[in-house]
């Protein structure tokens, strides 16, 4: 059996970046799912991990040699308040691994018991938000969304309380870092300038190694940053992805999606769709996400400010330009996004509105997210027989039928073939996204029944999201109005 080939670089910053920490033993791991073509993609199919000795290390009941155990520190703006003491409460990085292709990963296990920042937490994870955050994150990352994956969930045979008992398990996420926009506010909020440039500089060796010969690196770096988190967040946006909990902890700053709590695919389109139990005044509804993007960029400016330029007003000067470039990075990666999704590969000016238009006659409708831009990609070959199942999402026929004749005429000005178009819609437009109300079932029946199979269905379809399967149609359908659910909780 092959070592995990371990090369813990983030141990390197120094004791002030983490606390080092023992996993705290659970009573019975036992393995849920593994997930095998991720890790032979890691370069960890041979290794103990992928053993049967598995369990026993992705709980932390074993260290496996060449971990460091770790819990991150950082600091955050929840909900748009500064706290300065977060850190990993209830995870801890087990360790980084050299992927084959020379990059890192890292390597954290969730749910893993308390640590240094565990504040009145319990370091816990219930059984159900593991699940949820192994579907959602592993169907994004199908979807072609950048995202933390998921190696392995494990159930502990312990019981977390919350508002009642439930039963316990750890998830196993691999990010290309899980290094935060609160990560470096934690030092900047300490003034201490030594370990933000120690962090920028591990940052851009490990994630933005191309920024290092740019003649202004921090410079070039942080607008690499706010391009990909421009470009992410238009992603999030095209498959109607409500992350729930963008406080500035839950930014990567690698652009991966990361810390799946309360969010959601939202089911009938509507603009400002909020799930999170928490999310009591709509900070982080759908529609706000893309601001919210800038809002916690700004953050990470304020944070790495003596890096920009010598003096504070030529650094600042620098970071407004940067910032300012954002809202037409994100509306240029949206709108060529919705023009995939839409059959449009020449850019005309009025392609906009009539995207937009689509939108509002969806929400005025109530039309279903997913399957409007589905069914819609079947109609690409021009035909008109097809309409039927686009046009029962709809309730005012009339709104539809004069969006698809304006489409109509939209698309004549095409000069790409119809197959070609339809196969390029059909890579963006998908057929499965993890419904909340699936989920919802897949976690009702691990938990009340100890029956998984409803999550193992549910997570085979997610891997091929982009193809009809045969006899998976009920995955399609959004939910019946006794199974729709309002809320999702972070479970934390
Ligand atoms: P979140 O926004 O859910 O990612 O978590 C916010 C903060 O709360 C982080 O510092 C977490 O580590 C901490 N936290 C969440 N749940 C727990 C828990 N059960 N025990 C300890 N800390 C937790
Ligand atoms: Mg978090």
């Avoid at 982080?284 to 601001?291: D, F, G, R, T, V």
Wanted: net charge negative.
């Amino acid at each position: 059996m092959k070592p995990i080939p371990f090369n813990n670089r983030y141990a390197d910053l120094g004791e002030n970046f983490y606390a080092r920490i023992t996993p705290a033993p659970v009573s019975n791991p036992a393995l849920v799912i593994f997930n095998q073509a991720l890790a032979e993609e890691l370069g960890l199919a041979d290794t103990c991990l992928a053993s049967s000795d598995g369990a026993a290390i992705l709980a932390g009941n074993r260290v496996p040699e060449g971990a460091a155990p770790l819990a991150m520190a950082y600091a955050g703006h929840q909900f748009g308040h500064f706290n300065p003491q977060l850190g990993d409460g209830r995870a801890l990085l087990l360790g980084q691994i050299g992927r084959p292709d020379g990059t890192l990963a890292d390597l954290h296990l969730k749910g893993s018991g308390r640590t240094l920042f565990s504040r009145g937490g319990d370091g816990r994870s219930a059984l159900g938000p593991v699940l949820r955050e192994y579907l959602v994150s592993e169907a994004m990352a199908k979807l072609g969304v950048p995202t933390t994956r998921a190696l392995a969930a494990v159930s502990t045979g312990e019981q977390v309380a919350r508002q009642e008992l439930l039963p316990g398990a750890v998830i196993t996420r691999i990010a290309s870092s899980f290094v935060r926009v609160g990560t470096f506010e934690h030092f900047s909020s300490k003034s201490d300038l030594d370990a933000v440039t120690k962090l920028a500089d591990y940052v851009i060796g490990h994630n933005y190694p191309d920024c290092r010969g740019a003649p202004q690196p921090y410079r070039a770096w942080f607008e690499a940053i706010i391009d990909r988190q421009a470009a992410l967040i238009a992603q999030w946006m095209q498959l109607g992805f409500i992350h729930g909990v963008m406080n500035t902890d839950n930014m990567s700053i690698a652009g991966e999606t990361i810390d799946y709590g309360p969010c959601a695919f939202m089911d009938h389109y509507t603009h400002d769709q909020v799930y999170s139990s928490i999310d009591h005044h709509g900070r982080y509804a759908y529609n706000n996400q893309p601001n919210i993007g800038l809002w916690n960029l700004t953050r990470l400016a304020e944070s790495i400010l003596p890096l920009l330029a010598e003096t504070t007003e030529d650094a600042v000067e620098a970071a407004q330009a940067a910032l300012g470039e954002y809202a037409g990075l994100y509306q240029g990666y949206w709108l060529n996004g919705m023009r995939a999704k839409t059959g449009l590969d020449i850019r005309l000016d009025e392609d906009k509105a009539l995207i937009n238009d689509l939108f509002d006659v969806m929400a005025e409708n109530q039309a279903d997210f997913t399957l409007t831009f589905y069914y819609l990609s079947r109609l690409a070959i021009d035909s008109t027989d097809q309409d039927e199942s686009l046009r029962a999402l709809f309730n005012d026929l009339g709104q539809i039928d004069h969006w698809l004749d304006q489409w109509r005429s939209r698309l004549k000005k095409e000069n790409s073939d119809a197959e070609g178009r339809q196969a390029r819609m059909q890579a963006t437009n998908p057929v499965y996204i993890p419904r909340n109300h699936q989920i919802e079932a897949a976690i009702r029946a691990a938990e009340d029944q100890d029956d998984f199979t409803v999550f193992h269905d549910l997570h085979a379809v997610l891997q091929t999201p982009y193809e009809r399967q045969p006899n998976k149609d009920v995955y399609m359908w959004p939910p019946e109005p006794d199974e729709v659910v309002q809320q999702t909780f972070c479970g934390t």
